[in-house]
């Protein structure tokens, strides 16, 4: 959840050429935060309370069973998969394309997101190494000023006040 707000603010700094881009990504990247918080709630608690509560363990894995099942729990699992791999490229090669951060930002989040999502030890930390490869430039870009934009100014018409 800490991750939103620099979310938030570096898709707000994005102005003209990759800003539909940047808005779509981070709003699915915002979406699959938020929905990490819902995912761990619902799917951490209730095992924790079970088990402290002196429940046997057949009991905990049918119940694991069933929420794995529930319609809700796996809307929260979606949108985060959703955000956090989807969302994650397309908010990236969006502020690319603004010229926000380097190229070599995006490829370390197509890494991390493929990384990220796999079930191996190892590949995770490569998944946090490509995370801060990803996201530290994204920050610094907060920092700088934004490259112009591409703005296109119609010319004013000019209105004749002289009587003929």
Known sequence: MFFLP???AA???VRGR??????????LVGMGLIAS???????????AFHAKAGIDASTITALDNAAEA????IAHIIAFIAGMT??????????????RIPVWAVVAGVLFAVADSSGSVALGLVGVLAALAAFV?????????????DV????????STTAA
Do not use: D
Request: glycine share 12%.
């Open 37 to 47: 918080v819902g995912h761990a709630v619902a799917f951490y608690s209730p095992v």
């Open 137 to 149: 430039p994204v920050a610094q870009s907060l920092l700088v000023e934004a490259p112009e934009a």
């Open 18 to 27: 990759g800003s539909r881009l940047v808005s779509i990504g981070g709003a």
């Open 11 to 13: 898709t707000l700094a």
């Open 152 to 159: 296109v100014i119609a010319p004013s018409a000019s209105v």
């Open 6 to 8: 620099g979310v938030i």
């Open 70 to 73: 529930y319609p809700l729990l």
């Open 86 to 99: 989807i969302g994650v490229i397309m908010w990236l090669i969006g502020l690319r394309r603004a010229g």
